[in-house]
């Protein structure tokens, strides 16, 4: 299992990515502020300000390290647990809290469920709620990318529990017959749902599965950015180069609970989790960025306050935004709208409009019918 920095912080530098100290530093801003997201989202919900949350504390460096290593060419396909390849492509923190929130400001107009992430203007393919769904489609655009001969690479983010699935066969299988640029990049955190990995499958490891498609899997330290980083840059540059897909297991840990509707003491221990708190990826690099001389205590202390404060603005400004229209309800199915749509939005505007809760805003928009 590849790993660059030990538990206490210490390292290897004969296996150290070449990372100038700028992009270290931004590295682990991007981890804190994901680690504050979760923070903010559970709060959020718990006091009804948004409908539903999925926490990734514990898999930060999964998501900062494996999108670092994309340039803006390239495609993510990021699972409900990476806000962090959203805010590595680009997305402003106000865009990811206008999708929790399904406000006007919204580019899914409220329609997907919270952390549902998509953005079309830094290549992030709104994700399908059914697991797996998306690899196929994942796959179809890396093949589109080696078609049209553009050098693009897709990145796409799964769960072991992921690999259950029919599709996960299908997207693998295609991926290795027609060798498309595309990367497999799976947060094993132990648990789908309630499932543990042990009754997930009955192979050796998840990374071995690659093995059967003709491609190569690598296992790493999901808890080490550095590992998580150098092994994907490895992958999107085979990739990018004409070598094929790869997939790589990332051995992590959800720290909390699947989703805000799920109790996890029900089927994991306290000391369970309590071990895996002590392996943090952010206490971990932080005590390498320390050693390295990078950043001291205070800085860091500096750091958190500062990430703090901006996401609290941004919260506090972003609930300002109203809903989207009533009137969007009936819109972007079809190009010209149908007899029997057009006749659902009218009713819907006679009996509802006016006096629902969104009436106000229908009625500005009677031109969208
Ligand atoms: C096809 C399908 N079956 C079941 C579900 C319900 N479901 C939602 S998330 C989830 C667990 C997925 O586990 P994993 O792929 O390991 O990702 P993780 O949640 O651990 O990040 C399940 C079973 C679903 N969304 N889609």
């Known amino acids: 299992m590849l790993q660059v920095i030990r538990a206490d912080g210490d390292f290897d530098p004969k296996v150290e990515p070449d990372l100038s100290h700028e992009d270290l530093l931004k590295m682990h ?7 504050r ?47 962090g390849t959203c805010l590595v492509r680009g997305v402003p923190l106000s865009a990811l809290f206008d999708q929790m929130m399904g406000n006007s400001a919204d580019e899914a107009k409220g329609r997907q469920m919270p952390v549902h992430w998509g953005f079309s203007k830094w290549k992030i393919v709104s994700l399908s709620s059914p697991i797996a769904a998306k ?30 699935q029919g599709e996960f066969h299908a997207a693998m299988n295609f991926a290795g017959v027609y060798k498309t640029p595309v990367v497999f990049f799976c947060e094993n955190n132990q648990y789908a749902i309630s499932l543990p990995t042990r009754r997930q499958t009955a192979s050796e490891s998840i990374a071995i599965k690659a093995e059967a498609y003709g491609f190569e899997g690598v296992q790493i330290d999901g808890n080490d950015i550095l590992a ?4 994907t840059k490895s992958a999107v540059d085979k990739a990018r180069s004409g070598g094929g897909p790869s997939l790589i297991e990332a051995i992590t840990y959800r720290i909390g609970g699947h989703s805000t509707s799920d109790d996890a003491s029900v089927y994991r221990s306290a000391e369970e989790v309590e071990l895996w708190k002590r392996r943090d990826p952010i206490t971990r690099f932080t005590a390498y960025l320390m050693k390295k001389g990078i950043i001291s205590d205070q800085e860091n202390k500096k750091f958190i306050e500062q990430i703090d404060a901006e996401m609290s603005a941004v919260v506090k400004e972003r609930e300002k935004i109203p809903p989207p229209a009533a009137s969007t309800l009936f819109t972007d199915v079809y190009s010209e709208m149908p007899w029997h749509l057009r006749e659902e939005a009218e009713e819907f505007m006679r009996d509802e409009g006016e006096n629902g809760p969104q009436g106000e805003a229908y009625e500005k928009e009677p031109g969208s019918f």
């Open 29 to 35: 801003r991007y981890m804190l502020t994901v680690r």
């Open 37 to 83: 997201l979760n923070e903010k989202g559970m709060s959020l919900q718990r006091q009804g300000r948004i409908g539903f949350f999925m926490e990734s504390t514990g898999q930060e460096a999964c998501q900062i390290g494996m999108s670092y290593t994309l340039t803006p060419i390239d495609w993510a396909f990021p699972s409900y647990r990476d806000p």
């Open 135 to 164: 690899l196929p489609h994942a796959v179809g655009v890396a093949y589109a990318a080696k078609f049209r001969g553009e050098k693009s690479v897709v990145l796409a983010s799964l769960g072991e529990g992921a690999t259950s």
């Open 228 to 231: 998580v980083y150098k092994a």
